[in-house]
């Protein structure tokens, strides 16, 4: 794991300015930092940078950017089956120098050009230079769980891990995007490809960047997509066949994410998905797994689930509760580590199971995805309801229902932001003639409504079409909403949040459900495998119960949280009003301080409805604070 960065540039700079970049991403990789400056063919300057997390050879053989004949490269991230790969290059005829998975993907490159990422098993962001064809190509792992940001002008190109980095080098100007400031407060995170500033991209999973340094030209390839798994016929296998299978490739896919030279654990909450990876990873190895969770004395706290598993598969269990003032002390801290404004106050308790987990390891495998997967939300099961219920309703009727109910809204209160706003998404659903696109509208993958966002900002931003909706036309049914949270939700908030809070403390944050092996197999499933209309991650859950008794699991799905409400009503009572203060606020002409001003009033008088909004709005200007 590391932090990556570099440019391309008409003007030639002095090493400083590489360094200056590298060295603010030192958390990332604090164990060296390295850097490549050269010439192109057509006399541009170029530079990488590195700061490396040694995981895989820790040897000075491991060092970044590493050279290969005419390639150049810097990695971010680890590819679990090198070894493997590394042997199918040697009956090809390569030789290598060092035990690194680095060299194996330049080796490859050579080999297979950009089909090299075929071959590869892993999470990753690598970048590189091709002196002999004059080009930079950057590429991302199929899921995501590794960023790039990256920013093209007339006479530079710049690439980063953390955007942060890009803000180091000279030429680049901080001008506020303020239509995607729109976009953090529809869904609390501001969606690949955008970005906060203008100019700036992420790029998006499963894509290969080719830079022509000559023609100072982008070409986007992509090389895979979720969309493509759920394209594809379901598979005609029995329940037991698709248990059996799955439970094969957990274990290869769980396995690799064990292959290091340093201590690795995992991140336990005591839900399905973190007990599956430990109970599987436990039944597979000698020693015991070294476990970890952080629980809270309020809020959602599963931390006692999570001993009591623990004890029955008998790992090396490390348990912390922590007090409001460790928690409290992360939060200005946030901005500095998520680059761009970041709502989801999970983050928190993330940060703080990674500070846990670093004094004892380097890398921690953490259990996402399990509920994009195998439907685990239980939003899908109102979802699902709504569906149900909806094909009962003939279309003619449905449609004139929906243009009626949108009325009901002009005799509630304004400030009845959420039930105006499932009253204006249900009116939608019931006019909406297509099936998936009713089913987008009621999974509920905008956060904010529009007519709140309306109210808080003092400009009119533009539509974003942020789903590519010709592509998306090939998936049906319930499919299309698990695959809009995977590429919309998981990329973006979850796979965002793990990324900087492990990083924040140099610590290696790993993704098992996310080999693209086990999603394009549990995409093929029947929707009954995975949900039947009560049960959620039915099949999943039937393989849990394989290695943990039933009554330890069965409770009510609660999540990781944060007492967010307690802290905004107590402890950071303070901060509400220092932060946000209303001069402030209107002296920037972005979002309406009276506004806001008259949520903080609704909150102080114990109205709880309003913490997301307050929250999301104080996780903005904070931000604002720190970069602007």
């Known amino acids: 794991m590391s932090g990556i960065c570099g440019y391309i540039s008409n003007n030639h700079f002095d090493k400083t300015v590489i360094q200056e970049m590298v060295s603010i991403l030192n958390h990332r990789g604090p164990d060296s930092q390295g850097l490549y400056i050269n010439e192109t063919l057509d006399g541009k300057q170029i530079a990488l940078g590195h700061a490396r997390l040694a995981v895989i050879d820790l040897s000075q053989d491991g060092h970044q950017p590493m050279h290969y004949e005419h390639l150049s490269i810097v990695l971010n991230g680890a590819i679990y089956n090198y070894i493997e790969i590394k042997e199918e290059l040697n009956k090809l005829g390569h030789h290598f120098e060092t035990a690194s998975d680095t060299e194996v993907i330049l080796h490859a490159f050579e080999e297979w050009g950009l089909n090299c990422v075929e071959h590869f098993i892993g999470m990753f962001v690598f970048v590189i230079f ?126 690799f994410r064990m292959i290091a030279d340093v201590p690795v654990g995992v991140f336990l909450s005591g839900g399905y998905d973190s007990t599956l990876v430990t109970s599987i990873l436990q039944s597979m190895v000698g020693s015991k797994i070294k476990t970890f969770t952080i629980g809270f004395f309020q809020g959602n706290n599963e931390a006692q689930y999570a001993e009591k598993i623990s004890q029955y598969l008998g790992t090396e269990h490390t348990e912390q509760y922590c007090t409001e003032k460790e928690a409290l002390e992360i939060i200005p801290e946030l901005p500095f580590y ?11 308790p993330t940060i703080l199971v990674s500070r846990l987990a670093r004094k004892e390891v380097a890398v921690a495998l953490s259990a996402d995805a399990g509920d994009e997967l195998f439907v685990g939300y239980n939003r899908y099961i109102s979802l699902y309801k709504y569906l149900k219920h909806l094909s009962l309703i003939p279309l003619s009727i449905r449609s004139l229902f929906g243009k009626s109910l949108i009325y009901c809204n002009y005799f509630l209160p304004k400030k009845c932001y959420f039930l105006r706003h499932e009253i204006s998404v249900l009116s939608q659903v019931l006019k909406e003639k297509k099936e998936e696109e009713a089913i987008r509208l009621l999974a509920g993958i905008e956060s904010f409504s529009d007519e709140f966002i309306q109210e808080l900002l003092l400009f009119k931003p533009k539509e974003f079409n942020y789903l590519n909706e010709k592509r998306l036309s090939a998936i049906t049914g319930f499919d299309s909403a698990l695959a809009f949270d995977f590429f919309m939700y998981m990329q973006n908030d979850i796979l965002t949040k793990v990324d900087r809070a492990t990083m924040s403390i140099s610590l290696e944050g790993r993704e098992p459900l996310l080999d693209h092996r086990i999603t394009e197999f549990v995409a093929r499933l029947p929707l009954e495998y995975k949900f039947d209309g009560f049960s959620t991650k039915k099949i999943l859950k039937d393989v849990v119960y394989d290695y943990i008794p039933k009554p330890l699991m069965d409770r009510t799905k609660r999540g990781f949280s944060a007492p967010i409400v307690n802290w905004l009503k107590n402890d950071l009572k303070f901060l509400l009003y220092d932060v946000l203060n209303e001069k402030k606020i209107a002296s920037q002409g972005i979002m309406d301080p009276l506004y806001i001003k008259s949520l903080l009033e609704e909150f102080s008088t114990n109205n709880s409805y309003y913490q997301n909004y307050i929250w999301s709005i104080l996780q903005f200007q904070m931000w604002y604070d720190k970069w602007m």
């Open 130 to 255: 091709d002196k002999k064809a004059n080009k930079l190509l950057c590429c991302r792992d199929r899921a995501g769980v590794k960023p790039f940001f990256y920013f093209l002008n007339n006479n530079y190109f710049l690439f980063a891990s953390e955007l942060k980095a890009l803000m180091k080098h000279p030429q680049f100007k901080k001008d506020l995007d303020l239509n995607t400031v729109s976009l953090y407060f529809k869904f609390g995170y501001i969606p690949s490809p955008y970005c906060i500033f203008k100019g700036v991209n992420k790029l998006l999973p499963g894509t290969w960047l080719i830079f022509d340094i000559e023609k100072d030209k982008i070409i986007e390839k992509e090389y895979w997509s979720i969309i493509d798994a759920y394209s594809q016929p379901k598979l005609r296998i029995s329940y037991q066949e698709a248990k059996d299978e799955l439970v094969s490739v957990f274990r290869s896919a769980f396995s």
């Open 338 to 348: 998520f680059d761009e404004p970041f709502a989801d106050s999970s983050s928190i």
